[in-house]
């Protein structure tokens, strides 16, 4: 087996075994392979492995990916900032996008997806407390902006992400991850029909399963440490 094979088994072990302590069912949460900064045959070792879901947090640099891809079949996902300019972009090669922060990007996107595909899926991104990235709404902005997002004809909202600040604490990661899962049921309850807590990463992913996470996104652990230059 491939060392990334390995590591995706054990990451679905390591998934399994957090949802089973937290009474959930292990299917109820899906793995996204995050294979940014990695090249297309790290992406196929996963693919031979079984993997079928991954992410992108750069558009110019996931296109070519996606294109050399094209026919594998691959659920893609688009998880970082997102400009104006690349909406188009999005709208046309992703499947699902978990980083809308206003309305004006969800606008553009409703109106750049093309007729022929599936509504996008679409997650709105949170800043709650103690985030240290600049995107994400406010959550005080969140209410708003779910139900004018939920109103676009050609997305489909889902749910809620989050990137909370790093921390090796297990506590502290639980307490931010618990804090994006209360804005979920608030929504839900306000009548918006949302399945998804996109919410876990490499580090913290166990703690984010422990407070309801559905979708985790896992980049370091299965294609190890990304090198930028
Ligand atoms: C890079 C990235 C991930 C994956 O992070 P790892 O720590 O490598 O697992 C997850 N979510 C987002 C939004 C990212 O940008």
């Known amino acids: 087996m491939t060392t990334i094979a390995l590591n ?3 990451a679905y072990a390591a998934l399994a075994t957090a949802a089973r302590q937290a009474g959930r069912e292990p299917t109820d949460v899906r793995l996204l392979a995050v294979s940014k900064t990695f090249p297309v045959a790290d992406i196929r070792a996963a693919m031979a492995a079984g ?3 991954f992410a992108e947090s750069h558009v110019q640099e996931a296109l070519p ?3 050399e891809l094209a026919d594998a079949g691959l659920e893609w996902h688009f998880i970082g900032p997102l400009q104006s300019n690349k ?3 999005v709208a046309e090669h992703f499947a699902w996008v978990h980083s809308v922060d206003r309305l004006n990007i969800a606008q553009r996107l409703s109106a750049q997806r093309p007729a022929d595909l ?3 899926q679409v997650c709105l991104q949170v800043n709650i407390s ?7 709404v406010a959550p005080a902005d969140l209410p708003a902006l779910a139900q004018a997002v939920a109103q676009l004809p050609r997305l489909q909202l889902r749910g809620l992400m989050a990137i909370p600040a790093p921390t090796d604490d297990e506590a502290e990661q639980r307490a931010a991850f618990a804090q994006l899962a209360a804005l979920q049921r608030q929504l839900q309850a306000d009548g918006l029909a949302l399945d998804t807590l ?3 990463m490499s580090h913290d992913f166990p703690a984010a399963i422990a407070a309801g996470a559905t979708l985790v996104r896992i980049g370091t652990a299965i294609f190890g440490q990304r090198q930028y230059t």
């Open 51 to 53: 993997q079928r879901a």
């Open 65 to 67: 990916k996606l294109a």
């Open 8 to 10: 995706l088994q054990a």
């Open 118 to 120: 599936p509504p996008l």
């Open 130 to 136: 103690g985030e240290t990235s600049k995107s994400g």
């Open 198 to 200: 996109s919410m876990g």
């Open 87 to 89: 909406t188009r972009a």
